[in-house]
């Protein structure tokens, strides 16, 4: 089964495949955090960021 997350982004309540993730990176001190996919889209995420963080940090192993 595929798994999802479900964050708040700059357009209101999104669903990301975790598989669809190619790259995730930190800005502005933590205020924000950009999610890029497989397909070229852009996800900025405003709200609860470190949680989001430790979520995607578990699934892909990192420490």
Do not use: H, P
């Amino acid at each position: 089964m595929t798994s999802w997350i479900m964050t708040m982004t700059e357009v209101g309540l999104t669903r990301i495949r975790l598989d669809a993730i190619c790259a995730y990176q930190e800005i502005d001190k933590g205020t924000k955090l950009l999610v890029y996919t497989k397909d070229n889209s852009l996800f900025e995420i405003v709200e609860d960021i470190a949680s989001t963080i430790a979520e995607l940090d578990s699934e892909f192993n990192i420490n």
